[in-house]
Structures are given as structure tokens and as C-alpha cells.
């Protein structure tokens, strides 16, 4: 079974500066999707970005990109010129292609981004 | 109006009783799943739906029962509460076209008492 492991459970960053959560997952898959998910104080899950394996350029969303390094299994998520709304748990998860049954998730990295 | 509409949003029972969840969504997506988000663990995978027709169990099933009343709703159920069910609770969906959960609900907090 696949595991997806967020080592930081939480992180700040100062408003406008750069923040990088890291993830890393295990698998035998070669081909596989990755993504990232924002949860607000809301409790809301909003998807942020997703990146198929078989891409070798790593998915940007405006100030969210990442950095898919697939032979070390590793995905981190670039916070560019945080803002106060970025203040979230982050889930990274990971999902095998056409089987969304199994969708895994990472324990979270709650982000406060202050003023 | 959300996308996703789940009730109730906080629920606070007691050990033994019958809980029912509900879902509806207005994105008139096929797919429809139930996760629960615990602290520490993420969100697992309970059950999920991709038509009225067809009902599939996730990775911690066990307690728990579903309904797929139309392709609108989804409704989960504990049949019997314990305290170790007490956690956050969403419903999400997809398209057929959708490789992942696209559109998920607000939650509804469960305490079990």
C-alpha cells in the first residue's frame, strides 16, 4: 500500500515571504497523480495543485508550485509571497490513475502565515 | 449555494445511538465518497459511490453503512456510535472524467460521548 508522509506538523512563515512543505510517498507505481490540498479554518478541502508522474515539469498554480522529484519520491509544495489566507492545514496526497477509490492522504502540516 | 451541502455540521450523541450523515451536491457529479479526517492521520477513505447503483467499501468501512438515495445524495450512517467513531466527517465528489475527489463538503464534526 502506498504511504504519504508529511514530516513537519506545523511550520509559520511571515506574510509575503516563501514557505516550502515537504512530502514524500511510497510506491511501486510508475505512473500515479500527487497532490496538495488547502484546508482553511472553514474545514473546507480545496484542491491547490495536482501533478501527474509522468510530467517531468512541476504544476504551478499562481504562487503555488511544486517540486516533484520522482526518484527520491518527494513533493513539496512552494508558497510564493504568502498571505494571511494562506493560513491552512495542508494535506498531501497521493492516487494511483483511474482507481480515485484510493486516494491517500499525508497527516497534514498546519501553516501559519503571519502578519 | 455550496456545492456540497453536508448536515448536520456539529453533532454531539451518545454511545449506542443510530447517526445518520447526509450529503447532497448540485455539481450533478456521479461519484460521490464519505472520508474521515482524524488529527495525526489525515483523511481515510470509508466509502464510496460512482452511480446509484454502486456501493463500494474504503479502507475503514467497519461501523459504518451508506445509501446512495439518488445520484444527488449520499447519506452515511453508524448504526451503533462508539467513541472511538468521534472525528470530522466529509463528503466529496467527482465527474466521470475527474481522476480525484474535486469538490468537498464543509464537514460535520461527530463527538460521541
Known amino acids: ?115 | 449555494d455550496a456545492d456540497v451541502t453536508q448536515t448536520p455540521r456539529n453533532r454531539i450523541t451518545k454511545t449506542g445511538k443510530r447517526i445518520m450523515l447526509e450529503c447532497s451536491q448540485t455539481k450533478g457529479h456521479d461519484r460521490m465518497y464519505w472520508y474521515r479526517q482524524d488529527p495525526g492521520l489525515g483523511l481515510r477513505l470509508i466509502y464510496y459511490s460512482f452511480d446509484v447503483k454502486d456501493i463500494n467499501k474504503g479502507e475503514i468501512s467497519d461501523g459504518y453503512s451508506v445509501s446512495r438515495q439518488a445520484q444527488a445524495k449520499f447519506s452515511l450512517s453508524l448504526e451503533s456510535a462508539i467513541p472511538n467513531q468521534t472525528a470530522l466527517y466529509f463528503c466529496a465528489t467527482s465527474d466521470q472524467q475527474g481522476d480525484q475527489p474535486q469538490h468537498f463538503g464543509d464537514g460535520t464534526r461527530l463527538s460521541i460521548l
Open chain 1, 1 to 115: 500500500a502506498q504511504t504519504v508522509t508529511q514530516s513537519q506538523p506545523e511550520m509559520s512563515v511571515q506574510e509575503a515571504e516563501t514557505v516550502t512543505l515537504s512530502c514524500t510517498y511510497d510506491t511501486s507505481e510508475s505512473n500515479y497523480y500527487l497532490f496538495w490540498y488547502k484546508q482553511p479554518p472553514s474545514r473546507q478541502m480545496i484542491l491547490v495543485i495536482r501533478q501527474e508522474a509522468y510530467k517531468q515539469q512541476n504544476a504551478t498554480e499562481n504562487r503555488f508550485s511544486v517540486n516533484f522529484q520522482k526518484a527520491a519520491k518527494s513533493f513539496s509544495l512552494k508558497i510564493s509571497d504568502s498571505q494571511l489566507g494562506d493560513t491552512a492545514m495542508y494535506f498531501c496526497a497521493f492516487m494511483k490513475p483511474h482507481n480515485n477509490n484510493d486516494m491517500r492522504f499525508g497527516a497534514g502540516t498546519r501553516l501559519t502565515v503571519k502578519p
